[in-house]
Structure formats: C-alpha cells, structure tokens
C-alpha cells in the first residue's frame, strides 16, 4: 500500500524558514517523480514544486521560485521542501504528491502538513 | 502560470448529470492530452478521477467521464449520489509544470 507521510507544518514568523519532509513506503522510490502541492486555508490547490526520479531536475511555481527548494533522498524514501522567505501568503496545507511513471497526473497524495505564517 | 478556469458551483438532484468545465489555454489544457480531475471531501485529501482527459484509475465508478475541446476539458458526473458532493479541481501538464484549476463545488440538492 502506497503512503505518503509529510511531517514539519508549525507556526513560524514572515521571513523566517522551514523544512518539511515526506516519508514514502510502498512502492520504489527512486523510480518516480515528487510533488509538493498546497492549498490555502478555504483555498483551492496550488502546485508547488516538482523533482524528477533522480533529483535531476526541479521545477517551481513562481510564486515560490527563489524562496523554496525541493530535494529528495532516495536512500531514505524521502522528500523535502526546504522553504525560506516565508511570507503570509504562504500559509497553507501542504501535500507530498507522487507522480505516475507514464503519464503526468498525481496518483497518491499524502494527508497534508499545516504551515501557518503569522507573527 | 495562471489557474485555470472552473464555475465556482454546479448542482443537481441525485440521478441527474452535471458537467464541469476546466477552460485553460494552447499553453496547458489545449496543448496536451494531459488533463486530470480531483475529487477532495471536506478534510480530506484529494483523490484522483480522471487522467489523461478521459481515462478512470481502478475503483472509480464509470459515472465519471471526462472530455476535451480545444483549451477547455470536461468532467461529468451522470447518475448523481450523495457522496459525489464535494469540490472538483482539474489540473493540467504545462510543460513539467502543472497548473490546477479554481476549483467547482458539487452539491446535491
């Protein structure tokens, strides 16, 4: 059974920084593409960022492009979102999503990890 | 990067159909056939319904069809339950980026 686990919503302050991870189990890792999507308190969805099968190439939106990072660590069926800058705007729940190997779609989604950005 | 287009909220009564709409551009929805539904419960996470415009994944009843025309693709739901009520996001393949849609709220009256 495929899961998603995502992990280091908290409070923080606008400017400040935050790491969240995503622990992936049941299936192989390493041989698919990473999402992070997010949505924002009574918002609709917002993708966020992409990282290919190997970390190879990554992809943002531009709302985030320069302040967010996305890596992932295939031996630890990980992913992460290292996010700086952060602003108001960027409050929101943020989902790990896996990418299906053929064709462009998320097929699994995590439950989602809550970042509030409030002083 | 702009969202693509959706009707805030659509209705009917159960054993109705209703459609949704999802209106992009030759840059996303009217340059791929790479258009997706998400079917998302209050609280829940979202949940897929349809790929590659058309396509259902296992276990998603046949009630839900999906079509496009140009930059705009389709969801239908024929045969309306209960349970259909939820928000509806489309999302579409723009070139290693994706772009979701503003997102349809279904209720059954």
């Known amino acids: 059974e495929v899961q998603l686990v995502e992990s280091g919503g908290v409070v923080v302050q606008p400017g400040g920084s935050l790491r969240l991870s995503c622990a992936a189990s049941?299936?192989?890792?390493?041989?698919?593409?990473m999402h992070w999507v997010r949505q924002a308190p009574g918002k609709g969805l917002e993708w966020v960022s992409l990282?290919?099968?190997?970390?190879?190439?990554?992809y943002y939106a531009d709302s985030v492009k320069g302040r967010f990072t996305i890596s992932r660590d295939n031996s630890k069926n990980s992913l992460y979102l290292q996010m700086n800058s952060l602003r108001a705007e960027d409050t929101a729940l943020y989902y790990c999503a896996k990418d299906a190997r053929w064709e462009p779609h998320f097929d699994y989604w995590g439950q989602g990890t809550l970042v509030t950005v409030s002083s | 990067q702009s969202a693509l287009t959706q009707p805030r909220s659509v209705s009917g009564s159960p054993g109705q159909s209703v459609t949704i709409s999802c209106t992009g551009t030759?840059?996303?929805?009217?340059?791929?056939?790479?258009v997706s539904w998400y079917q998302q419960h209050p609280g829940k996470a979202p949940k897929l319904m349809i790929y590659d415009v058309s396509k259902r994944p296992s276990g998603v009843p046949d009630r839900f069809s999906g079509s496009k025309s140009g930059n705009t693709a389709s969801l239908t739901i024929s045969g309306l339950q209960a349970e259909d009520e939820a928000d509806y996001y489309c999302c579409s393949y723009a070139g290693s980026y994706r772009v979701f849609g503003t997102g349809t709220k279904v209720t059954v009256l």
């Open positions: 030759s840059s996303d929805v009217g340059g791929y056939n790479y």
């Open positions: 049941g299936f192989t890792f390493d041989d698919y593409a």
């Open positions: 990282i290919s099968w190997d970390g190879g190439s990554t």
